[in-house]
C-alpha cells in the first residue's frame, strides 16, 4: 500500500521561508508525477506545483518566483521551498503522487502552512 508521508509545514510570518518534504513508500514502481495541492477553508482544492520523473515542472501563477519544487527520485521525496510567503499562502497543503503502475493518484495527510502578517 502506497504512503505519502508530509512534513515541514508550521508558522511563519510574512516574508518569511518554509520547506515542505514528502516521502513515498510502499511502492518499487517509478512514480511519474509528484506534486502539491493546498486547500483553504470554503475553497476547492488547487495545485500549486508538480514535477515529473525527468524533472519537468509546473506552477499556479500564484507562486511562480516565490515557490520551487523538486525531487530526489532515489529516495522517492518531493519537496516544496517556499519563499516570499504571504498569509494568502496559508492552507493545508498536500502532497499527490502518481505511477503509471497505480490505478489511481495518491495523497497525503495534509500538512498545515500558516502565515501571519
Known amino acids: 500500500q502506497v504512503q505519502l508521508v508530509e512534513s515541514g509545514g508550521g508558522l511563519v510570518q510574512a516574508g518569511g521561508s518554509l520547506r515542505l518534504s514528502c516521502a513515498a513508500s510502499?511502492?518499487?514502481?517509478?512514480?511519474?508525477?509528484m506534486g502539491w495541492y493546498r486547500q483553504t477553508l470554503g475553497k476547492q482544492r488547487e495545485v500549486v506545483a508538480t514535477?515529473?520523473?525527468?524533472?519537468?515542472?509546473n506552477y499556479a501563477d500564484f507562486v511562480k518566483g516565490r515557490f520551487t519544487i523538486s525531487r530526489d527520485n532515489a529516495k522517492n521525496t518531493v519537496y516544496l521551498q517556499m519563499d516570499s510567503l504571504k498569509p494568502e499562502d496559508t492552507a493545508v497543503y498536500y502532497c499527490?503522487?502518481?505511477?503509471?503502475?497505480?490505478?489511481?493518484?495518491?495523497w497525503g495527510q495534509g500538512t498545515q502552512v500558516t502565515v501571519s502578517s
Open positions: 499527490v503522487a502518481k505511477s503509471s503502475s497505480w490505478s489511481t493518484w495518491e
Open positions: 510502499g511502492s518499487m514502481a517509478r512514480i511519474d508525477i
Open positions: 514535477i515529473s520523473s525527468g524533472w519537468n515542472t
